[in-house]
């Protein structure tokens, strides 16, 4: 495998002025992955140029990343220094003491000593079991809180003090919930991982996040064609099949799920796109170092929003819950303290 050269690629700068790469390889499986051929990917990877892995806990697989690290860095041809390595702390471990045991846990996995960004996967601890069916529910969910959001918020702020991580993040958030949380920390969330593609640009969210130097971290930046059945409906839409998105595919003489992933990265997100094909993979970083999209095509795909969460998150609704819309605070929904 040829490596890309790594200094052709941009860029992305935290809050902390802290430099992370504008592209990430992610760690999710899904239903069709197992553990060993995750990690294999990320060992070809980082082999190839990646230097941003994202990884959570739930995932189940983040002992393998850990065999893989070891053996990279043993290698010689990446030093730890080199690579950004994330994580998250899942639902059932946001109580008191929770957070940092769930760290503590995934660097022993990773074979790390410090983590390079921690997130809050989700902001409520509402579980479900790993595969269940959409509609499945557990009668402990309940509505977001910001008291139980904060429990687990502050031992995330008390990970960097420890020196565990180095920075922390929220993801699957809202402008109402960030509006509610933000006043209350310590330690500011220096990124904010949500769904970002063509046909979901969040633009409100995403404004905000970059109005208060968060940065964006963008996952299912294809449309996520391997996520889990019990996320599909009738209503979803492809964004390969978006039709500016196939007339830059058509005009630059590539693949639409790498337009896809041009757009995120010049837009200014950090996409984290999940592959364990080589081919692919090595092709979803490289576009981000050559021939980028015309501002014509940029806007052109701007304004294909078409307002399609993918992830709806229907397996976290509670009793009562008129439908998945609740989990993101529409209209008359209220964020609870």
């Known amino acids: 495998m040829e490596r890309l050269d790594t ?36 060992y070809g990877a980082i082999r190839y140029g990646y230097r941003l892995i994202d990884c959570a806990s739930v995932y189940q697989n983040e002992h393998h990343i850990g065999e893989v690290l070891q053996r990279i860095f043993q ?52 579980y479900h079991a790993p595969g269940c069916s959409g509609d499945s529910r557990n009668p402990d969910s309940r509505p977001f809180s910001v008291e139980e959001f904060m429990t687990a918020w502050l031992q995330c702020e008390r990970l960097i003090e420890m020196g565990l991580v180095r920075h922390i993040g929220m993801s699957n958030m809202t402008v109402p919930k960030l509006e509610a949380v933000l006043p209350l920390c310590k330690i500011q969330p220096a990124a904010l991982e949500m769904e970002l593609h063509p046909s979901f640009q969040q633009p409100e969210l995403f404004a905000y996040a970059r109005d208060h130097r968060i940065l964006p971290i963008g996952y ?34 590539i693949h639409p799920a790498v337009v896809c992933l041009k757009w995120a990265v010049q837009r200014g997100q950090v996409p984290i796109p999940f592959s364990v094909k080589e081919a692919q993979y090595t092709a979803n970083l490289k576009c981000a170092a050559e021939d980028p999209l015309t501002e014509e095509e940029m806007l052109a795909i701007e304004k294909e929003d078409r307002n399609c969460r993918l992830i709806k998150g229907q397996v976290f609704l509670w009793e009562g819950a008129s439908g ?7 209209e008359g929904v209220i964020v609870k303290g």
Not at 77 to 100: A, M, P, Y
């Open 7 to 42: 200094a052709l690629l941009p860029v992305r700068e935290l809050y902390t002025g802290e430099k992370i790469p504008c592209m990430g390889l992610g760690t999710f499986g899904s239903d069709k992955y197992g553990a060993e051929q995750v990690s294999n990917a990320v």
């Open 220 to 253: 299912c930046p294809i449309g996520s064609p391997s996520r889990p059945e019990r996320d599909r409906t009738a209503q979803d839409v492809a964004d390969t099949e978006l039709p500016a998105v196939r007339a830059a595919a058509e005009a630059h003489h």
């Open 324 to 330: 998945w819309e609740d989990l993101w605070d529409p």
């Open 75 to 126: 290698e010689g041809s990446v030093q730890r220094s080199e690579l950004f390595i994330t994580s998250k702390v899942w639902n059932d471990q946001h109580g008191e003491g929770e957070v940092i045991s769930a760290c503590k846990k995934s660097l022993s996995d990773l074979k790390l000593d410090v983590l390079d960004l921690y997130f809050v996967h989700w902001p409520f601890s509402n």
